[in-house]
């Protein structure tokens, strides 16, 4: 495994975040040799840091010596999503979202340093067959509508930059995998003003997103996800005119607070 740069005075820090990091949705407990082997460092030292963080909250040991993530890491994980600029501007259009349409509404931060997006805020459907997606997910830009409406917020030069770097990840038998395809997707989307996919990110779910920015800047995507069977494309694209309305109104209004 390929190890991270060492820099005097943070080192110890490194390798904490290492640890955290070394968690996913695939290996939510892990034993003390796995830790060791995902930072690098002898079982010892691993140790000591593992003790420290869960000492600190940040992790917990369970009754079978394995560690899993600590419940302080919710307490700051709340912090992040509610301060965030995207969420003060967008969390109500969420809620109005969801209960106009009756459908789940996802809020997605975008990361550009790795090209990823993450879940930030969302709203349930009341009804019982109902899409859905946990907050914390996070996963590649190439992937699904809230991607490719982020993307199709860059200018044309940026996004060609970008996408020979992106994995296209071949989730089901209808996931863009090729950076032809996906620039398609992306224009389309860019003339529109919202991006809609069907069966692209799960099967049998369809979603319809909307870039969110301030100034020059992409912050993130708006979503609505619905069972394929309720997505259309007549429906997914009233969803998505009406979401590009609501999110300019809600980015003019920020901005002439922020801005004046």
Excluded at 46 to 53: I, K, V
Excluded at 125 to 142: K, W
Excluded at 166 to 194: F, I, M, N, Q
Aim: aromatic letters at 4%.
């Amino acid at each position: 495994m390929e190890q991270p740069p060492q820099r005097p005075g943070v080192q110890s820090v490194d390798r904490a975040l290492d640890i955290l990091l070394a968690f996913s949705s695939e290996h939510p407990a892990l034993t003390l040799g796995e830790l060791a082997a995902a930072v690098g460092l002898p079982g010892s030292s691993t140790h000591r840091l593992a003790r420290n963080l869960v000492q600190r909250g940040f992790m917990r040991q369970e009754h079978d010596g394995r560690y899993s993530l600590g419940a302080r890491l919710l307490e700051l994980g709340g912090l992040v999503s509610n301060s965030s600029v995207l969420s003060t501007m967008c969390r109500n259009l969420l809620e109005e979202l969801s209960a106009e349409l009756d459908e789940t509404a996802l809020l997605a931060e975008v990361d550009w340093i790795d090209s990823t997006v993450t879940i930030i805020h969302k709203c349930e459907a009341d009804q019982t067959l109902r899409a859905t997606s946990p907050v914390g997910r996070r996963s590649g830009i190439g992937s699904g509508s809230l991607g490719i409406a982020i993307l199709s917020s860059l200018p044309e030069t940026t996004f060609e930059t970008l996408a020979p770097q992106l994995y296209l990840a071949a989730r089901t038998p209808h996931s863009l995998t090729e950076v032809d395809d996906l620039r398609t997707a992306v224009a389309l989307a860019r003339r529109k003003g919202w991006a809609a996919r069907r069966n692209d990110y799960i099967d049998g779910i369809s979603g319809v997103a909307v870039p969110v920015r301030i100034s020059d800047m992409t912050l993130g995507a708006i979503a609505i996800v619905v069972p394929t069977v309720r997505g259309s494309h007549r429906r997914l694209s009233e969803i998505g005119a009406l979401m590009a309305r609501l999110v300019g109104d809600a980015q003019a209004r920020y901005e002439s607070t922020q801005f004046r």
